[in-house]
């Protein structure tokens, strides 16, 4: 009676996902479990030999990425309000493991609102030299104001511009990176 | 001197106002500085005389302060502070606490219409609004719905201006607050002092101690 | 009242036998076995535990209802629970209630990872909320001051900071208002909280509710390092622990210590961090160019100060102040007196010379109190100081003892004091008349002389006097801590040590006198041997030079040619103004180690040094009780800022034929900071094998070690007392109280945020004097003796002593030291002619 | 039905005057009580059994004797903060005969050593403060208070304190640090105010009733006195009767009739054609008893077998025209209004019942908020510094269980009415938290 009780999950119909299992241990099955499998994937790699060579002419011609592919960080603003998303909290940066954000808050003041809560990141950088893309600053984010890009060019003659600022994240990239559809 | 108010008529401010910083920290007033009439003065160094720790006189001299002042206001505190050598925040936790000191400006015709559970089984509620809408926005009058005030043998009732009065109907509400206008006892035939013990054996006129037809 | 022993019990807590002292709560019982109990409401610091938060139920075998580790005290044979369903369920059930109200705005949130709330709702919490009504909420953020801001969305009410007002700081300021869901933490009348001390609440804050406003999203827990150093602002010297990000200091938090601070911090130490990063601040040398100071290289700089000083042999005179560590005041005055030649050196910049033999009687080990005496006395007499202004960190201690222990507290000081409230007896007797007052205390302490003769030239009343001699003296009453100030003025002191000689405090443990300096490293800087007749450990010297007076004196006449300033500025530290500027002007070489640039060194320091700040600062200091203790560095030096006892080396280098580097027999100039620290120990017999290391974190008194035998030790008395000199008794003109505000220093006028608490003149005033004079409060006014007179703001106190008006000290201009010590004054309306 | 001891003469025209009070035989116990020893006069109140009628009911004579001996300062301290909801036995006590109390309270003190007293009322009883003051002016003047009382070696002050309007001054710690001149919150205990209370020091805190019975046990005798009553409940019992019942008052009972008696028989029951729904037995903050348990004794142990309690006294009857949602929800907002805010489960768990009382009043509510404010309720008994958590969750706690139907049925009703429709069923994850 004190402690809440949990319903049971009676789940029917669409939220039942059925998978297929493989056929059981032992026998004919048990052979094909051995081996089956590693033919399935030499038909593919047999399968693509016979396509030929084929050489993709970067930088004129690029590969798309897949969509969850992690690129270059972009942090985002309110579509409606034009605010920031970003408050400043450097969950980012404590999530960093390679330790490449930096972050410096400031307050909002009402003549110059910057992001919708109480504080604003003043300062917002990313060694991009440093990054391993690893994505955890998007997952540690509480307001979804960082995100992984697919942006992977990211060369530069100079170590210093590799640190991009708020204005450069803020800002949509110069050339999209081609995305991969589904079927590719 | 014009005093600054808030929207709510007080000075005191509310959960939603930060502190005006171009005051002073409040300290305990200076006496050289914090006029204290005479009377209050005397009334509130006579209550302290009668505790062991003059700090017990607290609630008493609020409460002359408020009967002189209408309501604890922070000039009403201040002098208080000034007798008691408090600080004003001191006293003003203590206002905030207790029900019967008002923090804002009220009328001086106090109605408590009790609204707690045996009243309200018995239709306090209603008096309360019948009250209220009959005293309208009378400045010198101080409607409130008041938890229970240890009559429920009256249901429902009111204290008014201290004198508790019931078994009230809706109709007394306007009688109540014309007797006030007036100046006159109010409903002096439903007043608590006159009313015997309803303890058959106790009181002299009430019915017989047990009536069959009652019984369930 | 004594210490009470402590008794180890065994009790048992989750299975586990765990012994821990007696009478300690639960709580901090269950950290003996290794259980954490959660709290918010229970701090011991505050005093007896409220239990209001509830979240420290626990299950104890025999009491059938759960109760609350904070204020149940851990017994023989008690067996607790803390990790039964019934107490998790509690628990969690208080977690999910407070959580009720409170916003999840932790991103934006200051408290953010280091919040209790936070740790203890992952911790003790269910994880989940089944509250779907809407949350209150408020404006925010609000301010409480202009120190701090409330967010009263945030709190739990759990009643911390009200009750350090109410029951820490005693200012009583900070209330609850109304009562139960509708309760919010506020002030009288939309006064803002201002208080010596009211920066703790935001240490003491479990929650984000009360935040910093100079603090304010400037960094988060994991983008700070933490630095422990000791805050050498004043003689209280308390443990503080900065927040520093990409070399700047952000914040200063208290380091607890038992001994020394108690875990508070004044607004002072906490909030004048700003003026270390301040945009005035001197960060590289400064060389005098014709009329104009310019910025030059350290060469430069070091060149100019060593071959002006040089020309300058045998007429040096030196002061020091402030921040400067013991190495630095060993340093400066070996560099003076073996360097150049000269013995003009002190640290005692507005008192006037003392006796040896008097200093060496009253630092005596015996006879020194230490902090937590004050707290576990029997009675504190505290003698001609504020500690509020003085060394503020000690007022708590006091009210501490005063509120928990039952101490007596008996106060006697010219100006009514902040503590009189506090006090079992209270006494005034004229600014300036320590000498006669104490005279008068040791006769009714059973000394010959007249008490009432006395009295009458102290102006005390002798009834009081002998109240307080009553109060003092009584047989076996137990231990007795005499907190005086320096600026009591040497005069005073014989009569001070025949007290403490009648009244045993040297025989008793507990008892004792401890001193107020009224320079934040005063007695470490004069067992350094910054004093004009005393070497390092209170040695003899040769010939004793000439001490602060004198020296500025000398230098008015022209019989000094060069100044030393190390972190002092007489103009304001001194008690003569004007002659401190006729001093400097007429000196033709002034070297100065300063942070901030004041008039009369842009006028006329020939070289002006960087000073470092404390958070830069690498030595040891020494608190008034004798505790040395070690100041760190905790951010790097901004602009080019050298480490003081690295110029002070180098100057000594540079003038010094008799010094050649790296001579191993005689003394080298260090080449790194603990070679400083070795050289003074070495110099210093009772300091004899200190390390570094033995001081740590904590400090390590001096009086405590072995070598403390080496201390020389004084005459026994009684000392001759001598007749007071009486204190003018003014025919229609007014005596002259002064006072120096814990706010009338360079650091509040350079930081931000305590800018607004910057003193300007003030005049206190008693109502009768007030009357007669025509003023009104907040009148501007003029005061003035024989031929001076400062303009200042009258403010009318009720409690103050007609007769005398106190005036603010320790201004950068404008105080009291422009006005003649010791005269009566006059006051006037400001307009109106002032009459001669 | 035993003879009356605190309602005899009650209605006596003037008998709040000394004069009268005296002619009816008042101050003879305590001349009597003088004249014994302390030791005495305490067995007397040890012997008679008699247990406080502030609501705890703890045997009065114990807590008496729990006082240390010594010098010191000690103090009585009468509670006249009568301010339970259905309680008002003790304005009447204090308004007719003040010098009961007052004699009850010397006599007390007597035994209990005290030397200082005080009566703190509440500051509602405005005209009954002005006939209490009258009174102590009176014994002042009569030599019944000061000092070296009838000769005797017992002294004692009295002062009256008044309240300012704030239910938890009723409880003991409450109302001691209010009338120390703080905010009535309740203190920590331990320390009891036996040992330290008042101003730290010991103190002996009672009810009006339960001092007003002094008298009568010193004038019966203790043991005597204890005939009276059930064997563990003894004497006489003021009860108040209110709600819907025909003749709503105070009764003075021998502790052990059957409730139905009370009810129907001297409060007259509800109104013609109704019946009881429910009804509270001991104030608003005990567990409400349904019609089945009305022909229970009425005394502190058959009120605690049938999971409430007897508390001050107070039987509030609801009748069946009313409805329980109602009275669950103006009993929470009167705690929640009378929390005084000092922890946690007190303060946000009114509040939170509140919310979702207000929501199953308006219809917005599922049954499963029901089990929330269920377990709400037990997340609050047993929890919080005082009694006054405990005082809302246990009538809310036994009404939602006892008429959950009912609460059921009106969140039904409403939502028709609203035209809300089927309350949804919350979706798994939803139900355990996430999401929400």
């Given at each position: ?184 | ?130 009250v209220q809408q009959a005293a309208g926005d009378d400045p010198d009058f101080n409607v409130r719905a008041f938890e229970c005030l240890g009559a429920c043998d009256i249901a429902p009732m009111a204290s008014v201006n201290g004198a508790y009065v019931g078994p009230l109907e809706l109709s007394d509400a306007e009688r109540i607050v014309e007797q006030l206008r007036a100046g006159e006892d109010v409903l002096p035939e439903k007043q608590l002092l006159r009313r015997k013990v309803a303890d058959p054996r106790a009181s002299t006129d009430a019915p017989a101690l047990f009536d069959d037809e009652d019984r369930a | 009242m004594p210490r009470p022993e402590v008794r180890i019990v065994t009790f048992s807590i989750d299975g586990r036998e765990v012994q821990a002292p007696e009478g300690v709560m639960l709580v901090d019982g269950a950290k003996h076995g290794d259980v954490e109990i959660p709290v918010f409401c229970y701090e011991p610091k505050l005093g007896q535990p409220v239990g209001a938060c509830r979240m420290c139920l626990v299950e104890i075998e025999g009491i059938p209802k759960l109760q609350t ?725 009258a403010a009318i106190r009720g409690n103050a002593p007609a007769g005398t008006v106190f005036l603010d000290a320790g201004l950068p201009a404008g105080g009291a030291s422009e006005l003649v010590d010791g005269t009566p004054v006059s006051v006037d309306r400001a307009g109106v002619e002032v009459t001669a | 039905m035993s003879e009356l001891l605190l309602f005899k003469d009650i209605d006596e025209p003037g008998l709040a005057s000394r004069e009268v009070y005296e002619r009816r035989g008042g101050y003879e116990s305590l001349k009597r009580a003088l004249r014994m020893p302390r030791e005495e006069v305490l067995q007397n109140l040890l012997d008679s059994g008699l247990r406080g009628r502030g609501g705890a009911g703890f045997a009065m004579g114990k807590k008496a004797s729990f006082l240390p001996k010594g010098t010191m300062d000690k103090y009585l301290v009468c509670n006249a903060d009568e301010s339970e909801p259905g309680t008002f036995k003790d304005r009447e006590l204090m308004q007719k005969s003040p010098h009961m109390l007052v004699e009850g309270m010397i006599i007390a003190a007597y035994a ?160 013609r054609g109704r019946d009881v729904k429910f009804w509270f037995p001991g104030g608003s903050s005990s567990p409400v008893l349904t019609p089945a348990e009305l022909d229970l004794p009425y005394d502190f142990d058959s009120m605690a077998k049938a999971g409430s309690m007897l508390g001050s006294g107070a039987i509030i009857v609801v009748d069946d025209s009313q409805s329980v949602v109602d009275v669950a929800l103006t009993l929470a907002k009167f705690y929640r209004h009378e929390s005084c805010g000092k922890c946690t489960p007190c303060r946000e768990g009114t509040n939170w019942t509140v919310k979702m009382l207000q929501r199953v009043e308006s219809g917005e509510a599922t049954p499963m908020d029901l089990d929330i404010i269920a377990s709400v309720q037990e997340q609050i008994m047993g929890n919080c510094l005082c009694v006054l958590g405990d005082a809302m969750a246990m009538p809310v706690a036994s009404m939602v269980s006892k008429f959950r139907d009912e609460f059921e049925a009106h969140i039904e009703t409403r939502r028709a009415q609203l035209g809300l429709g089927e309350p949804t069923e ?11």
């Amino acid at each position: 009676m004190s402690t809440l009780e949990i319903r049971r999950w009676a789940p029917t119909g669409d939220t039942v996902i059925a998978v297929q299992r493989g056929p059981e241990p032992g026998g004919a099955g048990g052979l094909y479990r051995a081996f089956g499998e590693t033919l399935r994937g030499l038909k593919t790699t047999f399968g693509r030999l016979v396509e030929g060579t084929y050489v993709y002419q970067y930088p004129e011609e690029k590969i798309p990425v897949y969509p969850r592919f992690r690129g270059r960080h972009k942090l985002h603003r309110f579509e409606d309000t034009g605010l920031e998303k970003c408050v400043g909290c450097s969950l980012c940066a404590a999530a960093c493991p390679a330790d490449c954000i930096r972050v410096v808050a400031a307050e909002n003041t009402p003549e110059q609102r910057v992001s919708a809560g109480e504080r604003y990141a003043a300062v917002y950088e990313i060694n991009l030299s440093r990054c391993i893309f690893c994505g955890y600053c998007e997952v540690a984010c509480p307001f979804d104001a960082i995100t992984m890009g697919h942006d992977f060019e990211l060369s530069d003659y100079n170590r210093d511009d590799l640190i991009f600022t708020k204005e450069m994240l803020l800002a949509e990239p110069l050339e999209r990176t081609p995305l991969r559809t589904e079927d590719e | 001197m014009s005093v600054a108010r808030y929207d709510h008529g007080s000075r005191i401010p509310g959960w939603d106002d930060a502190v005006d910083l171009s005051k002073d920290p409040a300290s305990i007033p200076d006496p050289a500085l914090t006029p204290v009439p005479a009377e209050l003065r005397q009334q509130i160094e006579a209550a302290m005389a009668r505790y062991p720790d003059f700090r017990s006189a607290a609630i008493p001299a609020l409460h002359a302060a408020q009967e002189l002042h209408g309501w604890c206001s922070p000039e009403a505190i201040e002098q208080v502070a000034c007798v008691m050598r408090l600080t004003p925040a001191y006293l003003t936790a203590v206002v905030g606490f207790y029900d019967m000191f008002e923090s804002k400006p009220v009328g001086r015709n106090t109605v408590y219409v009790c609204t707690n559970i045996s009243c309200s089984l018995r239709g306090a509620r209603e008096l309360h609004a019948a009250v209220q809408q009959a005293a309208g926005d009378d400045p010198d009058f101080n409607v409130r719905a008041f938890e229970c005030l240890g009559a429920c043998d009256i249901a429902p009732m009111a204290s008014v201006n201290g004198a508790y009065v019931g078994p009230l109907e809706l109709s007394d509400a306007e009688r109540i607050v014309e007797q006030l206008r007036a100046g006159e006892d109010v409903l002096p035939e439903k007043q608590l002092l006159r009313r015997k013990v309803a303890d058959p054996r106790a009181s002299t006129d009430a019915p017989a101690l047990f009536d069959d037809e009652d019984r369930a | 009242m004594p210490r009470p022993e402590v008794r180890i019990v065994t009790f048992s807590i989750d299975g586990r036998e765990v012994q821990a002292p007696e009478g300690v709560m639960l709580v901090d019982g269950a950290k003996h076995g290794d259980v954490e109990i959660p709290v918010f409401c229970y701090e011991p610091k505050l005093g007896q535990p409220v239990g209001a938060c509830r979240m420290c139920l626990v299950e104890i075998e025999g009491i059938p209802k759960l109760q609350t580790a904070c204020s149940t005290p851990v017994k023989d044979g008690m067996v607790v629970h803390t990790q039964t369903t019934r107490v998790r369920e509690a628990q969690n059930s208080v977690v999910e209630f407070l959580l009720v109200n409170h916003p999840l705005d932790c991103p934006v949130c200051d408290k953010g990872g280091e919040c209790p709330l936070q740790d203890i709702t992952f911790g003790w919490g269910r994880g989940i909320s089944r509250m779907v009504e809407p949350k209150r909420h408020f404006k925010k953020p609000l301010e409480l001051s202009p120190l701090i801001a409330i967010d009263r969305e945030r709190c739990i009410l759990c009643y911390r900071c009200v009750r350090f007002s109410q029951e820490v700081s005693e200012d009583y300021q900070l209330i609850l208002h109304e009562r139960g869901a509708q309760s919010y933490v506020g002030t009288f009348d939309s006064h803002p909280y201002v208080a010596p001390f009211s920066g703790n609440i935001i240490e003491l804050c479990p929650v984000g509710a009360l935040t910093s406003r100079p603090y304010r999203f400037r960094a988060r827990p994991w983008d700070i390092e933490g630095a422990g150093t000791v805050c050498t602002l004043c003689p209280s010297q308390c443990n503080v622990e900065l927040t520093v990000r990409d070399e700047r200091v952000l914040r200063v938090l208290g380091r607890d210590h038992a001994d020394v601070d108690d875990g508070w911090l004044c607004d002072k130490g906490r909030f004048a961090y700003q003026a270390i990063h301040s945009e005035e601040r001197i960060v590289e040398p400064l060389v005098r160019d014709g009329d104009q100071l310019r910025p030059a290289s350290w060469e430069r700089a070091l060149s100019a100060a060593a071959s002006a000083l040089g020309k300058a042999r045998g007429s040096v005179g030196a002061l020091a102040g402030g921040t400067t560590t013991n190495e630095e005041a060993f340093l400066l005055q070996r560099l003076v007196r073996e360097g150049l030649g000269s013995a003009d050196v002190d640290s005692r910049i507005d008192g006037s010379p003392m006796p040896l033999e008097l200093q060496r009687a009253l630092a005596a080990p015996a006879l020194g109190a230490t902090v937590p005496d004050i707290e576990f006395a029997h009675t504190v007499l505290v003698l001609g100081t504020e500690p509020v202004d003085d060394a503020p960190i000690l007022d708590l201690r006091i009210r501490k003892g005063v509120r928990r222990r039952g101490v007596q507290l008996a106060v006697a000081t010219p100006r009514p004091s902040s503590l009189d409230r506090n006090a079992k007896l209270w006494l005034r007797y004229a600014p300036g008349a320590e000498h006669a007052f104490l005279a008068a205390l040791e006769a009714a302490l059973g000394a010959s002389g007249d008490v009432d003769r006395l009295c009458a030239v102290a102006d005390a009343d002798p009834k009081a006097v002998r109240a307080l001699a009553d109060l003092l003296g009584e047989d076996g009453r137990g231990d007795v801590v005499i907190l005086w100030g320096e600026r009591v003025g040497a005069a005073a002191l014989p009569a001070l040590l025949n007290v403490a000689g009648r009244l045993g405090l040297a025989e008793r443990e507990g008892a004792g006198l401890l001193e107020v300096p009224a320079s934040a490293n005063g007695r470490g800087l004069r067992e350094a041997g910054m004093q004009p007749n005393a070497g390092p450990g209170l040695s003899e010297v040769a010939a004793a030079g000439r001490s602060a007076q004198q020296i500025a004196a000398a230098a008015a006449d022209g019989e000094l040619a060069a100044l030393y300033l190390l972190h002092t500025d007489p103009i304001r530290d001194g008690a003569d103004a004007p002659l401190w500027r006729r001093a400097l002007a007429r000196a033709s070489t002034v070297i100065a180690h300063s942070a901030f640039l004041t008039d009369e060194l842009r006028e006329h320091a020939t070289v002006v040094f960087p000073a470092e700040s404390y958070a830069e600062k690498e030595g040891t200091v020494t608190h008034p009780d004798g505790r040395l203790q070690r100041l760190r560095p905790g951010i790097g030096h901004p602009g080019s800022v050298r480490a003081e006892w690295s110029v002070l080396a180098e100057l000594e280098r540079a003038v010094s034929v008799r010094v050649p580097q790296g001579d191993t027999n005689g003394h080298s100039s260090p080449l790194t900071g603990p070679m400083a620290t070795r050289q003074l120990v070495e110099a210093v017999p009772f300091y004899a094998g200190l390390t570094l290391e033995e001081i740590g974190g904590r400090g390590v008194r001096w009086q405590e070690r072995a070598a403390a035998e080496a201390f020389p030790a004084g005459p026994a008395g009684p000392f001759d007392v001598g007749e007071p000199t009486p204190v003018a008794s003014p025919h229609g003109a007014l005596r002259l109280g002064t006072f120096r505000s814990i706010w009338a220093a360079p650091e509040v006028e350079h930081a931000p945020a305590l800018k607004f608490l910057a003193r300007s003149a003030t005049l206190e005033v008693s109502p009768a004097d007030a009357e007669r004079l025509g003023i009104e409060n907040g009148d501007r006014v003029r005061v003035g003796n024989d031929d001076r007179s400062v303009e200042a703001r009258a403010a009318i106190r009720g409690n103050a002593p007609a007769g005398t008006v106190f005036l603010d000290a320790g201004l950068p201009a404008g105080g009291a030291s422009e006005l003649v010590d010791g005269t009566p004054v006059s006051v006037d309306r400001a307009g109106v002619e002032v009459t001669a | 039905m035993s003879e009356l001891l605190l309602f005899k003469d009650i209605d006596e025209p003037g008998l709040a005057s000394r004069e009268v009070y005296e002619r009816r035989g008042g101050y003879e116990s305590l001349k009597r009580a003088l004249r014994m020893p302390r030791e005495e006069v305490l067995q007397n109140l040890l012997d008679s059994g008699l247990r406080g009628r502030g609501g705890a009911g703890f045997a009065m004579g114990k807590k008496a004797s729990f006082l240390p001996k010594g010098t010191m300062d000690k103090y009585l301290v009468c509670n006249a903060d009568e301010s339970e909801p259905g309680t008002f036995k003790d304005r009447e006590l204090m308004q007719k005969s003040p010098h009961m109390l007052v004699e009850g309270m010397i006599i007390a003190a007597y035994a209990a050593d005290a030397n200082r007293s005080f009566i703190y009322i509440r500051g509602e009883y405005q005209q009954q403060a002005e006939i209490l003051e009258r009174a102590i002016e009176e014994a002042r003047s009569a030599g019944y208070l000061g000092e070296r009382i009838l000769g005797s070696d017992h002294s004692l002050s009295l002062v009256l304190h008044r309240g300012a309007g704030a239910y938890i001054c009723g409880e003991e710690t409450g109302l001691l640090d209010s009338l120390e001149g703080k905010r009535g919150n309740p203190r920590l205990k331990p320390p009891f105010p036996a040992n330290q209370g008042l101003y730290q020091g010991p103190t002996l805190i009672n009810n009006v009733e339960t001092l007003a019975t002094v008298p009568h046990i010193i004038r019966l005798g203790g043991q005597e006195y204890a005939k009276l009553g059930t064997e563990t409940s003894t004497g006489t019992k003021l009860v108040s009767v209110s709600g819907n019942v025909q003749r709503p008052g105070n009764y003075e009972i021998e502790l052990g009739i059957p409730a139905r008696e009370i009810i129907f028989g001297l409060a007259g029951g509800p109104e013609r054609g109704r019946d009881v729904k429910f009804w509270f037995p001991g104030g608003s903050s005990s567990p409400v008893l349904t019609p089945a348990e009305l022909d229970l004794p009425y005394d502190f142990d058959s009120m605690a077998k049938a999971g409430s309690m007897l508390g001050s006294g107070a039987i509030i009857v609801v009748d069946d025209s009313q409805s329980v949602v109602d009275v669950a929800l103006t009993l929470a907002k009167f705690y929640r209004h009378e929390s005084c805010g000092k922890c946690t489960p007190c303060r946000e768990g009114t509040n939170w019942t509140v919310k979702m009382l207000q929501r199953v009043e308006s219809g917005e509510a599922t049954p499963m908020d029901l089990d929330i404010i269920a377990s709400v309720q037990e997340q609050i008994m047993g929890n919080c510094l005082c009694v006054l958590g405990d005082a809302m969750a246990m009538p809310v706690a036994s009404m939602v269980s006892k008429f959950r139907d009912e609460f059921e049925a009106h969140i039904e009703t409403r939502r028709a009415q609203l035209g809300l429709g089927e309350p949804t069923e919350p979706t798994p994850l939803e139900a355990v938290g996430v999401g929400s």
